[in-house]
């Protein structure tokens, strides 16, 4: 049993060894046919890429000679063409340089020209100065011969007929003069008053009168005693906070607000009114209610400048110039609203330099703000033309606007034809009759002036100022003064007034002369 079971092991094992040997000759075989096998497609594929990189190479080689023929075919284009462009440079050299000798062809023949005719004018000045040489031989011995016919020298002849003319021209030129200034001024004022006359037609304004007080209408007389306060302490208040004199009087329903200031008493009508309307009358109150008014017209002047620029159609201006326009509105010049004023000059200056072929705009922004120099609060010694000027100069104006305003009341001179406009639209709105409130004594004052200006001069008698001051007559003493000499008075007067004076409007100078020869028949 134990040898069967041996035998079984060893015939096992042995069929194992034999197994494994013919496995690896089989697998041995199978290699062999496998390496056959890849060697054949190997040399398949290197003859299959030999052929295909011959392809390729043949392609490049084909596409190579293409480009090639392309560059070659584009390089003798360009050349082509710059030889053409060369070809066309050469041209036109040649054109210029045939132009050039022609030129300077005839350039050789104007200098033979102009040579030749050199030549003339020197011989035809010879001759003059010899001919001008026997014209002073021959003046000199005519004059030598007068004299000795006359008896006297070409000096004492020349100076006796100087003294004979000299008088005689002087009359004569002073009556030239004369006739030429009148027909000038009769021209001139004809002119003047049309364009003037029309000008002041397609303006319509209304009176403008303000007065320093301001009234402030209650419902009842209960209400001033809330007004007061206790012991005063609410009108105290109110006056502090507003700088308004505030006078409660036995007027019914009244209540009046004092101060030159125009935007205080605004401030504090609008405080009073807001504080009534409440109810709630206290310090603290009117503090808090004049501070929020105070704002609202700050508000309300920038707008009130706005509004006029927009409506005279002007642009361009500086906020602060604006706001100054807004400020005229609680501004008064002899009782004249400013704002009022100066809508009305810049209306008026726009019709004048259409009428005269100005620019009606720039004329316009010139009258609008040539009394800007009367806003400020302060009161300063430069004259509010300068100050006016200056503040346009400040904020971009342009030269013609900043010589109106300066100019309008002859502070500085006049270069541009709008000052000169400015100056008169500022007169017709100021004298313009209601348009302000004359004071008595200033309005005297003037007329003695003028009266005293005329008395100022050699041969005057009596002078009387008349028409308000429009028109100056004086009389002259006729021993002391001729025709000729009253003429030329008139004309210094008017230009003495006319220099130191300042007044509305034109004064018209009238010179009376009068011979009387009395005798009595008995």
């Not at 063409?81 to 350039?107: C, F, G, H, P, W």
């Not at 030129?173 to 397609?202: P, S």
């Not at 700088?243 to 009046?256: L, S």
Request: charged share 30%; proline share 2%; aromatic share 4%.
């Amino acid at each position: 049993m134990d040898n069967n079971i041996i035998f079984l092991i060893v015939a096992g094992i042995a069929g194992l060894v034999i197994g494994f040997i013919i496995a690896k000759v089989l697998e041995r075989s199978k290699a062999s046919e496998m390496i056959k096998s890849a060697k054949k497609t190997s040399e398949s594929i290197i003859r299959d890429a030999k052929s295909e990189g011959e392809t390729i190479k043949k392609d490049k080689i084909l596409q190579a000679k293409e480009r090639f023929i392309e560059l070659k075919s584009e390089h003798e284009k360009v050349i082509l063409s710059r030889d053409k462009k060369i070809a066309e440079a050469e041209k036109r050299t040649r054109d210029k340089e045939s132009q050039v000798s022609n030129e300077l062809s005839k350039s050789k023949k104007l200098n033979t020209e102009l040579e030749e005719k050199i030549k003339e004018t020197q011989q035809r000045q010879d001759y003059l100065e010899k001919k001008q040489s026997e014209l002073k031989k021959l003046h000199k011995s005519q004059v030598q011969q007068l004299e000795v016919i006359s008896g006297l020298s070409a000096e004492e002849a020349k100076e006796q007929l100087v003294e004979s003319l000299k008088g005689q021209a002087k009359t004569d030129a002073m009556a030239v003069i004369q006739d030429t200034i009148e027909e000038a001024k009769l021209t001139a004022q004809q002119e003047a008053k049309k364009v003037i006359i029309n000008t002041i037609q397609r303006i319509g304004t209304e009176e403008a009168i303000e007065n320093c007080v301001s009234v402030f209408n209650i419902e009842s007389d209960d209400v001033k005693g809330r007004i007061i306060g206790r012991e005063g302490r609410n009108i105290r208040a109110i006056e502090a906070a507003t700088g308004v004199e505030i006078i409660v009087d036995d007027t019914p329903e009244a209540i009046i607000l004092s101060c030159f200031d125009s935007v205080r008493r605004e401030v504090a009508r609008l405080s009073l009114h807001k504080l009534v309307t409440d109810g709630r009358i206290h310090p603290a109150r009117i503090e808090e209610v004049v501070r929020k008014t105070r704002k609202q017209i700050d508000e309300e002047i920038i707008e009130v400048g706005k509004r006029t620029v927009i409506d005279l159609g002007i642009h361009g201006l500086h906020p602060e110039l604006i706001k100054t326009i807004g400020r005229m509105k609680y501004r008064s010049s002899y009782g004249q609203n400013l704002l009022q004023h100066s809508r009305e000059v810049a209306k008026l200056c726009g019709v004048m330099a259409a009428e005269l072929g100005l620019n009606p705009k720039l004329a316009k922004r010139a009258g609008l703000l040539h009394d800007i120099g009367k806003v400020p609060d302060t009161e300063t010694e430069v004259p509010h033309a300068i100050l006016g000027m200056q503040w346009a100069e400040k904020y971009g104006e342009k030269k013609e606007v900043c010589n109106a305003i300066g100019a309008h009341h002859d502070e500085v001179e006049m270069t541009s034809l709008i000052s000169p406009i400015v100056q008169v639209c500022d007169a017709i709105s100021g004298a313009r009759p209601g348009a302000r409130r004359q004071v008595l004594d200033s309005y005297i004052q003037r007329l003695k002036d003028l009266e005293g200006i005329a008395f100022g001069f050699d041969g005057v008698k009596k002078a009387y100022a008349i028409q308000a001051g429009r028109e100056l007559r004086v009389i002259v003493e006729s021993e002391k003064v001729n025709d000729e000499k009253a003429a030329s008075l008139s004309f210094e007067i008017s230009q003495k007034v006319q220099t130191d004076m300042t007044y509305p409007g034109q004064v018209k100078v009238t010179v009376i002369r009068e011979t009387r020869a009395v005798n009595i028949a008995k």
